[in-house]
């Protein structure tokens, strides 16, 4: 009976376990492994990124879900745009963004809007990401898709500069 009953603990989990109380206690009180120095590590700064003047294809993507307003530009190829050597990743891409926000705010009056730009050193890419896009927001019948003409909007190239803590 005994047998049976200490086996049911076990499993149940409510035996704490087998070792006495003095032996855990002693354990527990055991101090703790030192850390091999206990000097400060040096942080190395973060080296700037290695920027490269490329051709990029790029289109944008606002969209508001106050009014359910999408606003969609053509595919447009910059020259010199600057990209990041390492990673190949658009450089100050907030910049071109904010262009097409400032572009929408003004002469669409649309307010709390989210853009996006899509790019890629290869068109391809571009048509077939620019191509998803639209698809996705005409299958939505929720959405109201704007097309911008394109002539409408484009983007300038923005001139990238490292900023320097001093």
């Known amino acids: 009976m005994r047998k049976i009953a200490y086996a049911m603990l076990l499993t149940f989990g409510l035996l704490l376990s087998a070792v006495p109380v003095r032996a855990r206690d002693a354990q527990m009180a055991k101090p703790a492994k030192k850390e091999k120095s ?3 590590k040096k942080v190395k ?3 700037p990124p290695k920027l ?3 051709t990029v ?3 944008g993507v606002c969209y508001s879900e106050l009014d359910s307003t999408a606003y969609v530009t053509p595919i447009q190829k910059l020259d010199s745009v600057y990209l990041d050597g390492r990673a190949n990743f658009l450089a100050d891409r907030q910049m071109y963004s904010t262009q097409l926000l400032a572009y929408l705010e ?3 009056a649309i307010k709390h809007a989210m853009p996006t730009v ?3 050193k290869k068109a391809k890419r ?3 990401r620019h191509a998803r896009v639209l698809r996705r927001f005409r299958k939505d019948t929720s959405w109201r ?3 911008l003409e394109k002539d409408e909007f484009l983007f300038k190239p923005e001139r990238w500069a490292a900023v320097t803590g001093e």
């Open 126 to 128: 571009v048509v077939k």
């Open 118 to 120: 899509i790019f890629s």
């Open 45 to 47: 700064a973060a080296k």
């Open 52 to 54: 490269k003047q490329h």
């Open 57 to 59: 294809y790029l289109c």
């Open 38 to 40: 206990d000097k400060p």
């Open 145 to 147: 898709l704007h097309e």
């Open 106 to 108: 003004e002469y669409y």
